[in-house]
């Protein structure tokens, strides 16, 4: 009786255990284990600034990058009174950072010129010495261009100063507005001896 029993009892537990095993197999076997590119994270798509590369061409610029204006006119038109506004500066005091007829730096001079005639430029000196065109020799240089300089005289640098030409009286005499560190905002000659040597580039806005 108790044989009778147990062998049953046995093949019923068998069975189950049997069965456990087999239906967890076919799970495993339904689930494989990821590949290696699964694995691997797409470090192209997360790369920073990949997902801006893919915008299109004229989607808005981001609002950080600033807006810069050009004149109603033609440019030409618009200098004697650049030229103008320029010499009302004259004998403001120079200050690092100023914007005003209280005190005003190099690069803050053409910026605020500029304003006063509802242009707005750059305003500092590195991005006005990118903005517009190049002069291609100094004999090229007009009234309205913008000229630059560098520290030391002689030598490669940062540009350092700017200024707007005022007149163009011969290849001599170019005579530029800026602001002085040590005199406050003058004209002066780009071919003196202090300036010549360290003049670098002039660039026609617009």
Known sequence: MKKQISIPF???VCLFVLS??????????KNPAPTAHARKPNTTARR???AL???????????AKPSYSRPSGNYTREVPQVVEVARTYSGTPYRSGGNDKNGIDCSGLICSVYSEVGIKVPRISWQQS????????IEQI???DWV?????????????HAGIVTDVRNQQEIIFIHASTSRGVREDNLFSTYFKGRFVKAMRPF
């Open 10 to 12: 046995l093949s019923t």
């Open 130 to 137: 990118e903005f517009g065109t190049e002069v291609a020799g």
């Open 20 to 29: 456990v095993l087999l239906f967890s197999c076919d799970t495993l076997r």
């Open 148 to 160: 630059f300089f560098v520290p030391e005289a002689g030598k490669e640098g940062y540009v350092s």
């Open 48 to 50: 920073p600034g990949a």
């Open 142 to 144: 007009k009234e309205g």
């Open 53 to 63: 590369a893919r915008r299109p061409v004229n989607n808005r610029p981001p609002t």
